[in-house]
């Protein structure tokens, strides 16, 4: 592996990463409230079928685990200083971003392939002008 001491753009897109989770899950029960108070109320299992919105509110809510994931990944990663995982992940979270802003032109995928494209630069050694 190859290891270097953690920089500041690495941490910063790392916990970038864990934030756009959050925001995704926060944002999603918020939104979706009320399918999800539906489901929850009528059992939860199995009530994620229909009607397509409490689908969609499912979905869009567990979507932020795994960039969560990631996020935590990444800042594992940024505190060690393994510049490849960084890579790695910055390049997943890239291509799903870029299918995503594709896909959805006008949506928040914009911010997470800001943070991948970070994510990718800390991988490859890039720092902060103020910290170089």
């Known amino acids: 592996m190859n290891h270097k001491p953690s920089t500041s753009l690495a941490s910063f897109s790392a ?12 944002f999603g029960v918020v939104k979706f409230h009320a399918p999800l108070l539906q489901a929850a109320s009528s059992g939860f299992v199995g009530m994620f079928s229909t009607p397509e919105v409490t689908r969609t509110a499912f ?13 935590h990944v990444a800042v594992r990663a940024a505190e060690i200083g393994d510049l490849v995982l960084l ?12 299918l995503g802003v594709a896909a959805f032109p006008a949506s928040p995928f914009w911010a997470s392939l800001v943070v991948s494209a970070l994510l990718v630069a800390a991988g490859l050694g890039v720092k902060r002008a103020r910290d170089a």
């Open 15 to 26: 916990w970038a990463l864990v934030a756009l989770g959050l925001a995704h899950i926060g």
């Open 59 to 71: 979905w869009f809510v567990l979507f932020g685990l795994p960039l969560v994931l990631a996020g």
């Open 87 to 98: 890579r790695i992940i910055g390049g997943y979270v890239f291509l799903a971003s870029l």
